[in-house]
């Protein structure tokens, strides 16, 4: 008979011996296997504390088991847990109201719950396709995009061990330089249905593009009668310390997208994704029975996002992580470690470029000496961490920094 709640004693060699006999070796072994969280901090099998400075991949937005995240998951699981989308909920209607509220989206807007970012970017996908439906083949995106996995979010990822052994891919998508306002100009053209874009590019090592830029790409897209699509899944629900990062006036420069994709920070852990739609233009594309999810929309999923939104408002996160990431960068920078090359990153979204391709070894003294980080390119370390991390806690990374030999061989 299998254990309804699975014993958690077990050291973290045994529960690896048997994850590599049950699990797809999709991410390879596993770094450690974690059995606890509280706020900012994990704790493997065998007792280790860990700071966990990359947060579930800029997922865990109140840290982890947050009181008021847990209750409110709990409640609404023990009143209504699952309905069909024939049927609406409180929470989920609560949910999409926040978000247009948040997103300061004008009359005529809408949002479509999904599971996850990677869905979110499908419906957007699909969405697109019915711009001018048959009339506008192609699709632009960016060279170093992330988008996700499934088949349509990767063909507008860019990464060619990603797509190359799943081709073909559905067609349409190519790619131009990020940050390149010029060259998306000479691609454009009134056969595109739609630029897609991460405000900052967040797999690609937290890429910050420069100002003015995604303004150039709003005036580019709306005069070739293009949409515009900003992937917000890393960099919105508060990372940078605005709900979106397109909402910076240096990032965004005051655009109004066509559509935002968010998913991650979004439920604080609790999967969950979704699309805004902006205006009735875009709102009014994927229309009725045309697209569709069992879970997207959940009761359960959309009070975690509700809990997780509204703590983040009660108890003033974004001005902390704006004020956090702001002295973190410049504590990291101003060590002028010879392994340190640049900081970068808005809010608690981070990347310390290392001097050389170390990263992934940075990454794991760094695990010896407690701290969950990402080496996210063989040069670049990301930090994501909770947005309830104080600054003491965020210093003794910058003390295991300051610590970390001249020279790391890989
Ligand atoms: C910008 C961006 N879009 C989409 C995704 C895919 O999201 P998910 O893993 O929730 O499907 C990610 C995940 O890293 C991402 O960073």
């Known amino acids: 008979m299998s254990e309804v709640m699975p014993a958690q004693s077990g050291s973290v060699a045994a529960w690896t011996e048997r994850y590599g006999h049950a699990l ?16 900012p901090y994990v704790w ?4 280790k504390r860990y700071l966990d400075l990359l947060g579930g991949i800029a997922v865990n937005a109140l840290g982890h088991a947050h009181p008021t995240l847990t209750a409110a998951i709990a409640a609404q699981l023990g009143t209504l847990g699952h309905v069909s989308n024939f049927f609406a909920s409180p ?3 609560a949910l999409a109201e926040t978000l247009l509220r948040l997103a300061d989206a004008p009359a005529g807007s809408r949002v479509f719950l999904a599971n996850s970012g990677t869905e979110a970017n499908e419906a957007a996908l699909k969405l697109t396709r019915r711009h001018s439906a048959g009339a506008r083949p192609r699709l632009i995106a960016m060279e170093h995009a992330f988008h996700g996995r499934t088949m349509g979010a990767l063909s507008l990822t860019h990464k060619a061990a990603y797509r190359e052994p799943f081709e073909p891919l559905p067609p349409g998508v190519e790619f131009v330089p990020y940050g390149d306002a010029a060259a998306l100009e000479a691609a454009m053209g009134p056969d595109v249905a739609a630029v897609f874009v991460e405000p900052i590019q967040g797999e690609a090592g937290v890429q910050i593009p420069p100002p003015g830029y995604l303004a150039a790409v709003r005036e580019l897209t709306a005069r070739h009668g293009a949409l515009l699509v900003l992937d917000e899944v890393q960099s919105g629900m ?3 310390g605005r709900w979106f990062a397109y909402q910076h006036e240096h990032i965004g420069g005051g655009i109004i997208p066509d559509v935002v994709t968010v998913a991650k920070g979004l439920g604080g852990g609790f999967p969950v994704g979704a699309l805004i739609a902006y205006g009735e233009h875009a709102a009014g594309l994927l229309g009725r029975g045309q697209h569709g999810t069992t879970f997207g929309g959940n009761p359960v999923a959309s009070a975690a996002a509700l809990a997780t939104i509204g703590v983040i408002e009660r108890d003033g996160l974004l001005a902390h992580v704006s ?3 702001a002295w973190w960068r410049a504590s990291l920078a101003g060590l002028h470690h010879p392994l340190v ?4 990153g808005e809010g608690l979204l981070i990347a310390v470029e290392l001097a050389s ?3 992934p070894r940075v990454a794991e003294l760094a695990l010896e000496a407690g701290f969950v980080v990402n080496p996210c390119t ?3 370390i990301r930090l994501a961490p909770p947005y309830v991390l104080t600054q003491g806690q965020a210093q003794t990374f910058v003390d295991f920094v300051a610590g970390l030999p001249v020279e790391v061989t890989a």
Not at 24 to 39: H, I, K, N, S
Not at 44 to 47: E, K, L, P, S, T
Not at 341 to 344: D, F, T
């Open 323 to 325: 004020q956090l990431g």
């Open 91 to 93: 929470t989920q209607v």
């Open 341 to 344: 090359a640049a900081v970068r």
């Open 238 to 240: 508060g990372r940078t």
């Open 44 to 47: 493997d099998a065998d007792g």
């Open 378 to 380: 063989p040069t670049t």
């Open 357 to 359: 391709a170390v990263a």
């Open 24 to 39: 797809m070796d999709t991410f390879g072994p596993p770094q450690r296997v974690l059995v606890r969280g509280e706020g």
